[in-house]
């Protein structure tokens, strides 16, 4: 199972609503990332989850909270999100930099639309 | 500060052609070099490569890691519309779990 799920697959949310991203992989993965993708550019980091605790977070402004319950969930919470942040959110799981090599997989996303 | 360079950044080419796609870095304490192709949704995982010389092909896809002179390319063989999509390289350094990709190349293959 090489498998990343991620729920929605669609979001649509206004600007003072609450809502999140779930995540969730059962590779026995311990790292575990959020990345932001807009249209025709590349998955940009946001954060970086290591044995469940928060590693990275590439300067992400805090009205995105992400959260990692155990070591196969990951979330991302949303609140008084902006137009400007409707995109492609991409979930990955990898082995950790402390365990062997291995590949990265991606969720099939959620697209976000803020309105 | 680590970057990865991808060139080129479009490329149109016909059914059947043969394409290399370049991939430059610079990390620090570099891990693993990989590659994805990404059409609508998610990219999809083609090669992690760790050593430099070896060769990892996969049907017309294959591709190599040069360490010294920090780079890696991506061939793809005798092109099909299918192969149309973006190739993007990611590099991954031993300093921290960072995932950093290049901007992609965008492959249009023509019928």
């Known amino acids: 199972d090489t498998e990343v799920t991620q729920t929605p697959k669609h979001l649509v949310m206004g600007m003072t609503n609450k809502k999140s991203l779930k995540c969730e992989q059962h590779?026995?993965?311990?790292?575990m990332y959020w990345y932001k993708q807009k249209a025709k550019k590349p998955p940009e980091l946001m954060f970086v989850?290591?044995?469940?605790?928060?590693?990275i977070n590439e300067s992400v402004p805090s009205r995105f909270s992400p959260e990692c319950p155990n070591s196969s969930l990951l979330n991302l919470h949303l609140h008084a999100l902006q137009p400007e942040d409707s995109a492609l959110y991409l979930c990955a799981s990898s082995q950790t930099a402390l365990k062997m090599n291995t590949e990265a997989f991606f969720g099939q996303g959620t697209r976000l639309t803020v309105v | 500060e680590d970057k990865v360079v991808q060139s080129p950044l479009y490329l149109v080419v016909h059914e059947g052609d043969t394409v290399t796609l370049n991939c430059s870095y610079e990390v620090t304490n570099f891990r693993s070099l990989l590659w994805y192709k990404q059409e609508k949704k998610a990219p999809t995982f083609l090669f992690m490569l760790?050593?430099?010389?070896i060769e990892k092909k996969s049907g017309r896809l294959s591709s190599i890691l040069d360490k010294k002179e920090l780079f890696s390319i991506l061939n793809i063989t005798a092109t099909q519309t299918g192969d149309s999509a973006v190739y993007l390289c990611?590099?991954?350094?031993?300093?921290?779990?960072?995932?950093?990709f290049g901007k992609g190349t965008r492959l249009h293959i023509l019928p």
């Open positions: 990611a590099v991954v350094g031993n300093r921290d779990d960072k995932i950093i």
């Open positions: 760790t050593s430099s010389g």
């Open positions: 590779m026995g993965h311990r790292a």
């Open positions: 989850y290591s044995y469940e605790k928060l590693s």
